[in-house]
């Protein structure tokens, strides 16, 4: 069990540009969630993926931000035309069911100046 | 939409102290779990509640899941410098194509006076 891999763990871009990011579950686990955490707050949630079908995605989630989990492994989070706002801590976890405990990744903290 | 309620946002103790942190849900939840935060580390699971009423102990620390399956709490006795941290609760979605999806509270920061 290596656990959850992200990458990268920092990434700095500019306003208006995109970014991907990676997430690397933990092999057996079939579910995958993205959160998003600001200083200060709660792991927001982003969406979540049961192998590679996107169950939900937050509606407080604008149309800039995509993910997918092609082959049921892996998942990319990419944000489009990134903003101030955007920056944050991103993180993902992963379980092996719907109701089974969270194993999170370092995450991946994002600065967009 | 569920939303998941933190208090206190802030505990301040001494060492030695007990500390709680209360969790209130806008609906009824699946499961509540419980997870620690170190100052620059990643949420890590600590324990999950599933049962109306249940209560679960994990040496110094007490976990409570209320009757209604909306409110929770996490007990600390006796606090050592180590349980510095940020505490979340996480309610799992009881219906739909959302079930089991974690909606976590704003945490509680501790922080232990030695």
């Known amino acids: 069990d290596t656990g959850v891999s992200q990458n990268p763990r920092h990434k700095i871009t500019k306003r208006g540009q995109n970014v991907t990011f990676r997430c690397d579950p933990i092999s057996e686990h079939n579910r995958l969630y993205w959160y998003r955490q600001t200083l200060g707050q709660g792991p927001e949630f982003l969406t979540y993926f049961q192998n590679e079908a996107q169950l939900e995605k937050s509606r407080l989630l604008s149309d800039r931000f995509s993910a997918e989990r092609p082959k049921g492994s892996f998942s990319t989070l990419e944000i489009q035309r990134t903003e101030q706002g955007d920056s944050a801590m991103y993180l993902c976890?992963?379980?092996?069911?719907?109701?089974?405990?969270?194993?999170f990744g370092n995450g991946t903290r994002l600065t967009v100046t | 939409g569920q939303q998941v309620m933190q208090i206190p946002q802030y505990q301040h103790v001494q060492e030695g102290e007990d500390f709680t942190t209360y969790c209130n849900s806008s609906?009824?939840?699946?499961?509540i779990q419980w997870y620690k935060q170190r100052p620059g580390g990643h949420p890590v699971f600590l324990i999950q509640l599933v049962k109306s009423g249940e209560v679960k102990k994990q040496k110094r620390l007490t976990f409570q899941f209320g009757e209604a399956k909306k409110n929770s709490s996490l007990h600390i006795t006796a606090t050592q410098t180590t349980d510095v941290g940020t505490y979340f609760c996480?309610?799992?979605?009881?219906?739909?194509?959302?079930?089991?999806?974690?909606?976590f509270g704003q945490g509680t920061i501790l922080t232990v006076h030695p």
């Open positions: 996480a309610g799992g979605d009881a219906g739909g194509t959302s079930y089991g999806k974690l909606t």
């Open positions: 976890a992963s379980s092996q069911g719907p109701s089974s405990p969270l194993h």
């Open positions: 609906t009824t939840l699946s499961n």
